[in-house]
């Protein structure tokens, strides 16, 4: 079975900053993409942003400039560099991939990490 680990969360005053790891292990063939998702208390999960295996990124308008997300294919690792981090960026990052097992091969599925939580406050 897959399991995706985030990792990096914690406390940071505004302006500082922040980098979270997302680690899937388990029966991978490929990872299509990886991406990072958040959710702060009473609001919907939102993309965060995202990158493909060819190395496409997306990013929402509200962290464009500030986050930044890489990967590490052969170690199956995303990772979000997180700068400038402001009070409204406080949530639960959760670690997303999509990705074809072996069993599923070619067909691929959405797998989620348990989230991790930054917390943006002075």
């Known amino acids: 079975q897959v399991q995706l680990v985030e990792s990096g969360g914690g406390l940071v005053q505004p302006g500082g900053s922040l980098r979270l790891s997302c680690a899937a292990s388990?029966?991978?063939?490929?990872?299509?993409?990886m991406g990072w998702y958040r959710q702060a208390p009473g609001k919907q999960r939102e993309l965060v942003a995202t990158?493909?295996?060819?190395?496409?990124?997306n990013y929402a308008d509200s962290v464009k400039g500030r986050f930044t997300i890489s990967r590490d294919n052969a170690r199956n690792t995303v990772y979000l560099q997180m700068n400038s981090l402001k009070p409204e960026d406080t949530a639960v990052y959760y670690c997303?991939?999509?990705?074809?097992?072996?069993?599923?091969?070619?067909?691929?599925?959405?797998?989620w990490g348990k989230g991790t939580l930054v917390t943006v406050s002075s």
């Open positions: 997303n991939a999509d990705l074809a097992t072996p069993e599923h091969y070619p067909d691929t599925m959405n797998y």
């Open positions: 388990g029966s991978i063939f490929t990872i299509n993409a």
């Open positions: 990158i493909t295996r060819g190395g496409s990124t």
